[in-house]
């Protein structure tokens, strides 16, 4: 039985020999010498295998010399197939698709840029649809238009053209939704909703000294009652030595599907909101510090956290207001930001009495916590009032007490990295909403401010208690508020507000020579 089970074995090992070819050398091939040895019942010898062996090595080489000739002489790339297959390939393609293979090379940008194939997308996209009659396919359509128009337009004519529409597009059904504005604040009512139909982010490229460049993405947003703050922190931030500028771009997708999150790797459009200089930004002005952070305010509502230590960037916060926010997120470029249309002065029918009939909205607020929201109406100023080139527009008068406001709450600015969060005290975001008498904003911005110490009151004895100050300023104007600090109830009061409005913003807005 032992005997006939090896042959059965024997056999079943010769017959897997003979289907796969040796690939060392202690094995024997059939037909070798090895075999006629076999088969005469000897032992082969030392010699008898190495002899089998080099045999089989042999066939093994000739046999990977072939296959290595196959593979080289039968490589296929897509770039070597012809202009003509590429086209039909491209054909079934879709907008997203084709932008991105446009930038795989030359040769891919120009077949990606051709009109026969960007006007079967547009006329997919754009064509007219009637319910009454029936419609030709789009492909009817397609081959019905003047073939010979189409192949006289320039090279990515219907391109240009598809991505025109799709813009304006979205931007009109961007303008629907902002159309409706709250009586109450003077901003648009669905601002939120605009923000989240049209995909609307934004990213902050940091730029160094020898022009090389660094994009990152926001880590968290945060959309208070009148502005939005967001922020950008991760641990490969580039030297703070080597760094120039910064530049604040909202970005939209090109295309826009409601189906489909939009991603970092869909072709975007980039708007410029703001550039920062970054060369000096230790001289610029801090405004508050931790044991492990100190924070540098840059205008427009820029904060930039340095590390204490290694005085290294640790985030970037930036802070914008819902006046223009989507326009100037969207309509800008890479490279010039949005522009306002030109201003139509409002007819000033009593010059003579200054102005009247103001409206503010002001917000304290951080980390979605807020210690101050307040709505002052009924302002106004006399003609008089005008000194060093500002319209003083009283808010909150030291001398009528019931005026004077409380900060609720502990007032600091909250922070956050991937690894620490902090907390800075006596720093906040201030979202300032200044309406005209039209009810039509007039002077509107968000930025952190810092409650510093004064020396002296301005308007009174400090029989109350310590002295702090709030200040702010920009081209259009500037605030000044004075606080009291309330041992007793551990809690900062108001007792003066006020603003300072530019003669020049004044006299264009309204058409006036004051």
């Not at 909150?396 to 007490?401: C, G, R, Y």
Request: glycine letters at 8%.
């Amino acid at each position: 039985m032992a005997t006939g089970r090896g042959r059965l074995l024997q056999q079943y090992w010769l017959g897997l020999l003979a289907r796969r070819p040796p690939i060392g050398g202690d094995f024997w091939a059939p037909g070798s010498a090895g075999e006629a040895a076999r088969s005469a019942g000897f032992r082969m010898g030392l010699g008898v295998r190495v002899a089998a062996g080099c045999a089989a090595q042999n066939h093994c080489a000739q046999r990977d010399v072939c296959c290595e000739k196959f593979h080289t002489g039968c490589s296929v790339s897509l770039d070597s197939l012809p202009s003509e297959i590429l086209l039909k390939i491209l054909f079934h393609l879709d907008a997203v698709t084709l932008l991105c293979m446009g930038c795989v090379n030359r040769r891919f940008y120009h077949l990606a840029n051709d009109n026969f194939i960007w006007i079967r997308i547009y006329s997919t996209a754009f064509s007219p649809k009637r319910s009454n009659w029936k419609v030709n396919s789009v492909e009817k359509t397609a081959a019905s238009m003047n073939l010979l128009s189409v192949g006289d337009k320039e090279a990515g004519y219907w391109k240009k053209e598809y991505i025109t529409k799709q813009i304006a597009s979205v931007k009109a059904a961007l303008a629907r939704v902002l159309k409706p504005v709250n009586p109450y604040t003077g901003l648009p009512v669905k601002t939120k909703e605009a923000l989240r139909i049209s995909g609307l982010g934004w990213v902050i490229i940091v730029k160094e000294k020898s022009g090389k460049e660094y994009t990152m993405e926001h880590v968290d947003l945060s959309i208070n009652d009148s502005s939005v703050t967001i922020v950008w922190y991760g641990k490969n931030w580039p030297s703070l030595a080597t760094l120039s500028t910064l530049d604040l771009c909202g970005v939209t997708p090109v295309f826009m599907d409601r189906s489909k999150i939009p991603t970092k790797n869909r072709p975007r459009w980039h708007s410029l909101i703001a550039k920062y200089d970054l060369s000096h930004l230790t001289e610029s002005t801090m405004i508050g510090c931790d044991r492990l952070i100190r924070i540098f305010c840059l205008n427009p509502g820029l904060v930039v956290g340095l590390w204490q230590r290694e005085e290294e960037l640790a985030f970037v916060m930036a802070n914008l207001h819902f006046h223009h926010l989507v326009e100037r997120s969207t309509l800008g470029s890479a490279a010039v930001p949005y522009e306002l249309p030109p201003h139509t002065p409002f007819l000033d029918d009593s010059p003579e009495y200054g102005l009247h009939g103001y409206q503010l909205h002001i917000d304290m607020h951080s980390g979605g916590v807020f210690c101050l929201c307040g709505t002052f109406d009924n302002l106004f100023t006399k003609k008089g009032y005008i000194e060093n080139e500002y319209v003083k527009l009283i808010v909150i008068s030291f001398k009528n007490s019931t005026e004077h406001l409380p900060l609720i709450g502990k007032v600091g600015l909250s922070w956050k990295t991937n690894i620490f969060d902090g907390y800075i005290k006596s720093c906040s975001i201030m979202d300032v909403t200044l309406l005209d008498e039209y009810g039509k904003p007039f002077w509107c911005f968000s930025s952190p401010v810092c409650i510093q110490s004064s020396s002296r009151p301005s308007h009174g004895p400090n029989f109350l208690g310590e002295t702090y100050h709030v200040d702010y300023v920009d081209s259009e104007g500037k605030m000044h508020v004075e606080l009291l600090w309330l041992q007793e109830t551990e809690e900062y009061l108001i007792v003066s507000l006020v603003l300072y409005l530019r003669v020049a913003k004044v006299n264009h807005w309204f058409g006036t020579k004051y």
